[in-house]
C-alpha cells in the first residue's frame, strides 16, 4: 500500500479521532480561536472603517497602516508575542480565548483587510446616491444605516473573508508556538518525522479553511441585497486595492500564515 | 553575577551586536537563500500565469475555471501546503518552491488580465486601422499600456513571497525564516530580531525596486507626468 494508502488508513484509526489529541477536540480549538478571533476584530474594524468612510477622513492613513502590515510575515508576528507575553492561557471568563498570544495576533492580522475594504466600500459609493438621499431629508446616521452601509456591503464581506482565511491560517501557525489546533498534527508530525501525520494534519487544514471560505461566501450572499451581489467564490472577490495603483481590482498580499 | 544569569542577560537582549558580528557570514547565506527562492517563485510564477492569462483574455469561457483553481489554492493555508510534497520530494527546494509558485498564480494572473482589459478599446482599434497583427498589437501596444497592473501584481507577488519563506524554515527550507527558529526554540532574542528585520527589509527594497524598474522601462508615463 502507498502513501495515501496510509494517510486514509490514519483517518481509518479511531484512536487519531478522540481525546485530548484527537481530530475533533483540535478541531473544536481551531474553530474557536478562528471564530472569536475574526469576531473581535470586526467589532474592531468595521465601526471604525464605516465610521471614517461616512466622514470621509484619514482614509490615506488607514490604507497605509495596512500596507505595512503586508510585509511584516505573521509568522515572524506570532513568535514576537509569545516573546512579549509569554504562552499564556487565559482561565476563568477569557478562557475562550484559548491562548492569548494567539489572539492578539489573530486579530491583528484580521484587522486591516477588513478596516480597509470597508473604508474603500464606504468611499466607492456614488456621491449622488448621497446626494439624493441627503435630499430626501435622511440625517447623517440614516444615510449610512440606510444607504452606505448597505452599498458598501459586498467589499466589508471581502475583507471579512480575506481576514477569515489569513487567521485560519495563521491559526495552523500558533501550534509551532506551542498553541493547539490543527497545526499540531502538522508541527508534531515534521518533529518525528511521521509524514502519514503531517499530511492528514494538512488536509484536514485545508478542508477547513475551504469550508471558511465558502461558508462565509454564502452569509454574504444571504446579507448583500440581490441587486448588488458580486460573484461569491473564491478568488472572485473585489480585494483591497493598492493605492499606488488606483485602476487594478488588485488582490492583496497573501496572508502570510 | 554567574554564567547561567549571563546567559539570560543576553538571550533577553533583542539585539546583542557581537552575535551579529560572529555571525556575519551565515546572515549572508540565510539572506542569499530568501532571495534566491523569492526570484525562482516569482519568476517561474510570471512564466505560469502569463500564458494563461493571455489565454482567459482571449477566450473568456477560460477566466472564471482558471481564477476558481487558481482561488481555492490561494486560500489553502501556507503550512499545509508546503508540507503537501513531502512524501515524494522529501525536505527540499522543490517542496518549498511549488507551493511559492501556486501562490503567486492567483495574483499575477488577475494582474495581467485585469491590465489588458484596461486597454481601451479606441486605442486597440487604433492598432488594427493601422494593420498591426495581433502579436505585434499585443507586445508593443497593450502589453505596454498593461504595465502598471502587471507590475503591481509582480510587486504584491514578491512582497507575499518574501513573508510566505519564513514559513518555509518549518520545512529546513528557511531562508531568514531560519533565524526566527533559532531564535525561538533557544530562547534568544538577538537572530529572531535580526530575521524579523532582514525580512522586512528585504520586502521593502525588492517592491522599491520593482517601482525602480517599471520606471525604466516606461519612460512615456514619466513624460506625461511631467506635461500634466
Request: charged content about 15%; aromatic content about 8%.
Amino acid at each position: 500500500m502507498g502513501f495515501l494508502g496510509d494517510v486514509v488508513n490514519w483517518f481509518g484509526d479511531g484512536s487519531h479521532w478522540s481525546g485530548n489529541d484527537g481530530v475533533i477536540h483540535r478541531l473544536t480549538e481551531h474553530v474557536q480561536i478562528s471564530v472569536v478571533s475574526i469576531v473581535a476584530a470586526a467589532l474592531i474594524a468595521l465601526p471604525i472603517g464605516f465610521l471614517i468612510g461616512h466622514v470621509r477622513k484619514g482614509g490615506i492613513a488607514t490604507v497605509n497602516i495596512s500596507n505595512i502590515g503586508r510585509a511584516l510575515p505573521s509568522f515572524a508576528l506570532l513568535i514576537l508575542m509569545v516573546q512579549i507575553f509569554g504562552l499564556g492561557e487565559p482561565s476563568g471568563v477569557f478562557s475562550f480565548i484559548g491562548s492569548f498570544p494567539t489572539f492578539v495576533v489573530l486579530v491583528a492580522i484580521a484587522i486591516p483587510p477588513m478596516l480597509t475594504n470597508t473604508y474603500i466600500g464606504m468611499v466607492g459609493v456614488d456621491p449622488e446616491v448621497r446626494e439624493a438621499a441627503r435630499g430626501m431629508g435622511m440625517s447623517g446616521r440614516q444615510l449610512l444605516r440606510g444607504v452606505e452601509a448597505p452599498i458598501a456591503l459586498p467589499l466589508v464581506w471581502a475583507g471579512i473573508r480575506t481576514g477569515a482565511i489569513a487567521v485560519v491560517a495563521t491559526a495552523t501557525l500558533a501550534a509551532y508556538t506551542g498553541w493547539g489546533g490543527l497545526g499540531r498534527f502538522i508541527i508534531d508530525g515534521l518533529s518525528t518525522q511521521d509524514y502519514v501525520q503531517v499530511f492528514a494534519g494538512a488536509l484536514l487544514v485545508a478542508l477547513l479553511a475551504i469550508v471558511f471560505e465558502f461558508g462565509l461566501a454564502g452569509l454574504q450572499h444571504l446579507t448583500v441585497s440581490r441587486g448588488l451581489r458580486v460573484r461569491a467564490r473564491p478568488g472572485g472577490r473585489v480585494e483591497d486595492a493598492v493605492p499606488e495603483v488606483a485602476p487594478t481590482p488588485a488582490v492583496p498580499a497573501r496572508p502570510t500564515g | 553575577m554567574g554564567p547561567l544569569q549571563l546567559a539570560q542577560d543576553i538571550g533577553s537582549k533583542w539585539i546583542y551586536w557581537p552575535w551579529v558580528g560572529d555571525h556575519l557570514d551565515e546572515i549572508r547565506t540565510r539572506l542569499a537563500e530568501h532571495i534566491t527562492l523569492t526570484f525562482w517563485a516569482v519568476l517561474l510564477g510570471f512564466l505560469i500565469a502569463f500564458p494563461l492569462a493571455l489565454l482567459a483574455v482571449r477566450y473568456r469561457r477560460l477566466y472564471p475555471p482558471v481564477i476558481g483553481v487558481t482561488g481555492v489554492l490561494y486560500t489553502i493555508p501556507s503550512i499545509a501546503l508546503f508540507v503537501f510534497l513531502i512524501p515524494w520530494t522529501g525536505l527540499s527546494r522543490t517542496t518549498a518552491l511549488v507551493p511559492l509558485v501556486a501562490y503567486t498564480l492567483l495574483i499575477l494572473i488577475r494582474n495581467i488580465v485585469a491590465g489588458l482589459d484596461g486597454v481601451p478599446p479606441e486605442v486597440r482599434e487604433a492598432a488594427q486601422g493601422m494593420g498591426y497583427r495581433p502579436l505585434r498589437q499585443l507586445f508593443s501596444v497593450e502589453l505596454p499600456l498593461a504595465l502598471p497592473a502587471i507590475v503591481a501584481g509582480i510587486r504584491i507577488a514578491t512582497v507575499t513571497t518574501i513573508g510566505l519563506i519564513t514559513v518555509t524554515a518549518l520545512i529546513g527550507q528557511g531562508g531568514l525564516g531560519q533565524f526566527m527558529i533559532d531564535g525561538f526554540q533557544r530562547d534568544f532574542r538577538t537572530p529572531l530580531t535580526v530575521g524579523i528585520i532582514l525580512s522586512v527589509a528585504l520586502a521593502v527594497v525588492a517592491d522599491l525596486l520593482l517601482v525602480g524598474a517599471q520606471r525604466l522601462v516606461s519612460p512615456w508615463a514619466r513624460a506625461e507626468r511631467r506635461r500634466s
